[in-house]
């Protein structure tokens, strides 16, 4: 694609880019500044601004650089200012050569013509679990690879759960879920903490549910929508969740549940590190679909991608780049950094067998699924606006579930 045409797809890219919202937030800041007039410097911009020079990731960008035998200049970037950062530099001619970036990102960059191709780069994708592949394919293209995955599932403190008598095994379902949170209301503990906030995050965390109900992102207000958000209005009205779920972040979700008293917290692999210093013994179980089995829950992580270059000659080394980055002892080392779980069945098995806590996750991912999958692409941050607005409207009391989602619909149509 000329370079031209690149500017002006960016430009409309860029509006719509903003919309979405990373579920895990860090700050930072760094020169935009993508190239070096010496060739042998090839650019990385990350959205993990948190890890400073020195740390085991940049240790790894700079052995990787060593291996294909040239220098890395790497910027660290906030999640939100990485991607309009990028679309920036594609209008100016000034993309990086190698771009990890939040994965409902890469199909919005992709329509810009910011990335190019796997057919194109040639990277090996071919080991990479399909549903999360999914999350970096648009138009039947595939347009990178992920570093790694983060998803939801259920910690629950297993104290309370003895004190309300209740087994985890039991919970296979929403009645059985449902039937525990009414036996610990009873027993004088709370039930369940969640992120319902007017954000990204809210949509983020409802999705397993949405899903888990059997219903789909391109039809808002089916039956099966409806029975999941009544799900959650009705945990509100019986006192099983808080009230406090409609301005929760999953940061202050999941403060809640470390305050001892939750039985249940919907949350992600990034908060194991809290977990375990949290005084009091946690198990994690995957959310459980309506009538059973595994929900799936949406895939957070990032995808390891290649922008397009007016010097085509640059790719052979950035394609070196992203294949040592990805390799399988680099993303066994990069994910127990980041918390994430491998997006490779090969790595999830080292993660487990090196720590069994991970196999709960592990399952999780497995059955996890891309945001912007099914080719919903830049359709999805739309479409999730709706999402929250309706999950407020009934959770706030504002409106029923089927008039709420009947709206959102509507909307988006």
Not at 342 to 354: F, G, I, L
Request: glycine share 8%; net charge negative.
């Amino acid at each position: 694609m000329h370079s031209s045409s690149r500017r002006l797809l960016a430009t409309v890219a860029l509006s719509t880019v903003v919309a979405v919202v990373g579920t895990a937030c860090s700050s930072g800041a760094g020169s935009t500044d993508a190239k070096d007039a010496d060739s042998g410097t090839y650019t990385v911009w990350d959205p993990y601004p948190q890890f400073a020079k020195g740390s085991a990731w940049t240790k790894l960008l700079d052995k990787c650089g060593t291996q294909a035998g040239v220098k890395i200049k790497r910027t660290g970037f906030d999640t939100s200012d990485l991607a309009n950062k990028t679309l920036l530099a594609a209008q100016q001619g000034n993309s990086p050569d190698v771009l990890i970036v939040d994965n409902p990102v890469v199909s919005t960059l992709a329509e810009a013509g910011v990335l190019t191709t796997t057919d194109d780069n040639k990277l090996d994708t071919s080991k990479v679990d399909p549903n999360l592949l999914a999350a970096g394919q648009s138009g039947g293209k595939t347009y990178g690879t992920p570093i790694g995955a983060n998803t939801l599932a259920l910690y629950y403190n297993k104290e309370v759960l003895k004190e309300a008598g209740v087994d985890i095994a039991s919970v296979k379902d929403w009645k059985s879920l449902t039937a525990a949170l009414a036996k610990v209301e009873k027993a004088g503990k709370k039930g369940i903490t969640f992120s319902a906030i007017g954000t990204e995050e809210g949509s983020f965390q409802f999705l397993p549910w949405f899903w888990g109900s059997g219903a789909q992102l391109t039809e808002l207000d089916s039956d099966k929508a409806v029975s999941a958000l009544s799900l959650w209005q009705d945990w509100l009205k019986k006192g099983y969740a808080p009230n406090s779920v409609i301005n929760n972040t999953q940061t202050t979700s999941w403060q809640e549940f470390a305050g001892g008293d939750y039985a249940f917290a919907e949350n992600g692999t990034w908060q194991l590190a809290n977990a375990e210093k949290a005084g009091f013994e946690y198990g994690v179980l995957p959310i459980p679909g309506s009538d059973g089995g595994n929900a799936a829950a949406p895939t957070g992580g990032e995808f390891v991608t290649l922008p397009v270059q007016d010097d085509t000659g640059r790719y052979t080394t950035s394609q070196k780049l992203a294949t040592c980055l990805t390799s399988t002892q680099n993303l066994y080392d990069t994910d127990t950094t980041l918390s994430y779980v491998a997006p490779t069945t090969e790595v999830q098995n080292k993660q487990v067998a090196a720590n069994a806590d991970l196999k709960a996750w592990v399952d999780a991912v497995k059955a996890a699924r891309g945001r912007t999958s099914d080719d919903l692409g830049t359709k999805y941050p739309k479409i999730s606006e709706q999402l929250w607005k309706a999950v407020q409207s009934a959770l706030s009391g504002s409106k029923s579930p089927e008039d709420a989602l009947t709206s959102a619909q509507a909307a988006v149509k």
